[in-house]
């Protein structure tokens, strides 16, 4: 794979900022779970979410079976930032990006893992923890279940996520291997 083919790829999309990340500057914390568990109502009710995708550990584990990492983000504007439900769903464009980019790792040979925004909103209703997903092939984990610092993993690559008054800054991080 070469980065100048996925970054002349990506100039079709509306993606704001992007950074190719080496996987052990992801910085992986605790409290982010902690979060997860206390101020999340998806927490212990979705595949894509702890405790369903394993410990921290075990989730920098799989991450660091990948060679590097895409970092990108969408923005949206929302006419409220206090209405979660209106602001996340905003999120259905983000992921339908997050597609698409997926598609083009997997063009360049590529076996990819990829993390995104809140909670898989695929199904109405996860079958977690009673049934299989039913589709795990379209179902992204969160990068905060998967104990990601996004707001810090930001920083590091220089990406803004404050970006003004009703603006809404969606993350998705594409890990990638040849096959």
Not at 29 to 54: D, F, L, M, N
Not at 106 to 111: C, G
Not at 122 to 135: G, I, Q
Request: negative net charge.
């Amino acid at each position: 794979m070469t980065f100048q083919t996925i970054e002349s790829a990506i100039a079709a999309y509306p993606i704001c900022d992007y950074a190719f990340i080496q996987i052990k500057d992801i910085p992986f914390r605790e409290e982010v779970r902690h979060i997860c568990k206390t101020e999340c109502q998806r927490y212990g009710r979705s595949w894509s979410c702890p405790p369903a995708v394993g410990t921290v550990e075990e989730c920098r584990s799989r991450c660091e079976e990948y060679e590097g990492g895409f970092l990108f983000t969408t923005m949206t504007e929302v006419p409220d930032m206090e209405d979660l439900e209106g602001m996340l769903a905003t999120r259905t464009e983000h992921e339908k990006i997050t597609r698409q980019i997926r598609e083009l790792f997997l063009k360049e040979n590529q076996e990819v893992l990829v993390l995104s925004t809140e909670s898989c909103a695929v199904c109405e209703h996860c079958t977690y923890p009673d049934a299989p997903c039913r589709f795990p092939e379209r179902m992204f984990p969160s990068l905060e279940g998967f104990g990601v610092l996004v707001t810090g993993l930001a920083e590091q690559c220089g990406i803004a996520f404050m970006n003004g008054n009703n603006l809404v800054t969606w993350f998705s991080l594409i890990l990638y291997r040849d096959t």
